[in-house]
C-alpha cells in the first residue's frame, strides 16, 4: 500500500459534521471563538489609549471611527464576545472544582453562559445609550 | 530508599515535561480580569462622550492607571497563552508553527507595549 493509500483511505470516526450539537459543545467553540476575536480587539483598547495619550487630534479621530455606525457596531460585538468569554471563564471555574458536570446541570450552566451573556451586553448598552 | 511518593518521581516526565502551568496562569489572569472589568466600567463609564481634558484627567489618575496597566498585563499574558492553545491545536507543520508562536509572542509584546506606554504617559500628565 502507497502513503498516499494510508492518508486517503482510512477511515474515519464520526466528527462534528455527525453528532447533533448538545448546547456543552457550542459553547466550547464558542469560547475558542470569542477568545479568538478579543485578542485582536485587544487594538481598539491600545489604540483607544494611546490616542488620549497623543493629543486632542488623535483622541477625536479614535472618538470618531469608534463612534461610527460601523465603530458601534464592533464595540458591541466586543461587549458580547468580552461578557460570553468571561461568563464561559466562570463556567470552566465551576466545572474544575468537579461540580456541575451531572447530565442537566451541565446544560443548565452552558445556558446561563449564553443568556447570561447576551443578556449583559444588553444591560450594559441599555445603560450606555441612555447615560451618553 | 527513596522518600520521594510516587507521584513525585514520574513528575516533568511527561511528553510536554511539564503541564498545569500555562492552566493556572491562565485561571489566575482570567480570575483577576473578572474583578478589573469592573473597574474598567467606572473608568469607560466616567469618559464615554466626555471633553478631551476630561478624558484625559480621568485615565491619568493613579487608580485608573493602576486599573488599566494590570489589566493590560492580565490581558496580554491570557491572550498569548490561548492563542497559542489555538496554534498548536489547528497549525500543522513544525516550520509554520514556530512562525506563529513568535508572532503571536511578538503582538501580545507589541499591544503590551503600546498599552502601558500610553497609561504611563497618561499617569505622567500626557
Same mark, same amino acid.
Given at each position: 500500500?502507497?502513503?498516499?493509500?494510508?492518508?486517503?483511505?482510512?477511515?474515519?470516526?464520526?466528527?462534528? &459534521?455527525?453528532?447533533?450539537?448538545?448546547?456543552?459543545?457550542?459553547?466550547?467553540?464558542? &469560547?475558542?471563538?470569542?477568545?479568538?476575536?478579543?485578542?485582536?480587539?485587544?487594538?481598539?483598547?491600545?489604540?483607544?489609549?494611546?490616542?488620549?495619550?497623543?493629543?486632542?487630534?488623535?483622541?477625536?479621530?479614535?472618538?470618531?471611527?469608534?463612534?461610527?455606525?460601523?465603530?458601534?457596531?464592533?464595540?458591541?460585538?466586543?461587549?458580547?464576545?468580552?461578557? &460570553?468569554?468571561?461568563?464561559?471563564?466562570?463556567?470552566?471555574?465551576?466545572?474544575?472544582?468537579?461540580?456541575?458536570?451531572?447530565?442537566?446541570?451541565?446544560?443548565?450552566?452552558?445556558?446561563?453562559?449564553?443568556?447570561?451573556?447576551?443578556?449583559?451586553?444588553?444591560?450594559?448598552?441599555?445603560?450606555?445609550?441612555?447615560?451618553? | 530508599?527513596?522518600?520521594?511518593?510516587?507521584?513525585?518521581?514520574?513528575?516533568? +516526565?511527561?511528553?510536554?515535561?511539564?503541564?498545569?502551568?500555562?492552566?493556572?496562569?491562565?485561571?489566575?489572569?482570567?480570575?483577576?480580569?473578572?474583578?478589573?472589568?469592573?473597574? +474598567?466600567?467606572?473608568?469607560?463609564?466616567?469618559?464615554?462622550?466626555?471633553? /478631551?481634558?476630561?478624558?484625559?484627567?480621568?485615565?491619568?489618575?493613579?487608580?485608573?492607571?493602576?486599573?488599566?496597566?494590570?489589566?493590560?498585563?492580565?490581558?496580554?499574558?491570557?491572550?498569548?497563552?490561548?492563542?497559542?492553545?489555538?496554534?498548536?491545536? /489547528?497549525?500543522?507543520?513544525?516550520?509554520?508553527?514556530?512562525?506563529?508562536?513568535?508572532?503571536?509572542? +511578538?503582538?501580545? +509584546?507589541?499591544?503590551?507595549?503600546?498599552?502601558?506606554?500610553?497609561?504611563?504617559?497618561?499617569?505622567?500628565?500626557?
Amino acid at each position: 500500500m502507497s502513503s498516499a493509500d494510508l492518508k486517503a483511505n482510512r477511515p474515519l470516526s464520526p466528527h462534528l &459534521q455527525i453528532y447533533r450539537w448538545p448546547i456543552t459543545m457550542a459553547v466550547s467553540i464558542i &469560547q475558542r471563538i470569542t477568545g479568538g476575536a478579543l485578542y485582536f480587539g485587544t487594538i481598539l483598547l491600545v489604540w483607544w489609549l494611546a490616542a488620549a495619550a497623543a493629543g486632542p487630534g488623535a483622541f477625536a479621530l479614535a472618538n470618531g471611527v469608534l463612534g461610527s455606525w460601523f465603530g458601534l457596531l464592533v464595540l458591541f460585538g466586543f461587549t458580547w464576545a468580552l461578557m &460570553q468569554h468571561m461568563l464561559g471563564g466562570i463556567r470552566h471555574f465551576i466545572w474544575d472544582f468537579g461540580v456541575g458536570m451531572e447530565k442537566g446541570t451541565r446544560d443548565r450552566i452552558a445556558w446561563v453562559n449564553v443568556i447570561g451573556g447576551a443578556g449583559l451586553t444588553v444591560i450594559i448598552w441599555v445603560i450606555g445609550l441612555v447615560f451618553a | 530508599m527513596s522518600m520521594q511518593t510516587p507521584l513525585r518521581r514520574i513528575l516533568h +516526565f511527561g511528553a510536554a515535561h511539564d503541564g498545569t502551568g500555562t492552566f493556572w496562569i491562565q485561571r489566575l489572569t482570567g480570575a483577576g480580569m473578572a474583578i478589573l472589568v469592573i473597574g +474598567f466600567a467606572v473608568i469607560l463609564a466616567m469618559t464615554i462622550g466626555r471633553p /478631551y481634558e476630561q478624558v484625559v484627567a480621568v485615565l491619568g489618575s493613579p487608580i485608573a492607571s493602576a486599573i488599566l496597566a494590570l489589566m493590560v498585563v492580565a490581558m496580554v499574558v491570557h491572550m498569548r497563552i490561548g492563542m497559542q492553545e489555538i496554534i498548536e491545536d /489547528y497549525i500543522q507543520g513544525a516550520g509554520l508553527r514556530l512562525l506563529c508562536l513568535a508572532a503571536n509572542t +511578538f503582538f501580545a +509584546f507589541a499591544i503590551a507595549a503600546v498599552g502601558l506606554l500610553a497609561i504611563v504617559k497618561l499617569a505622567l500628565g500626557a
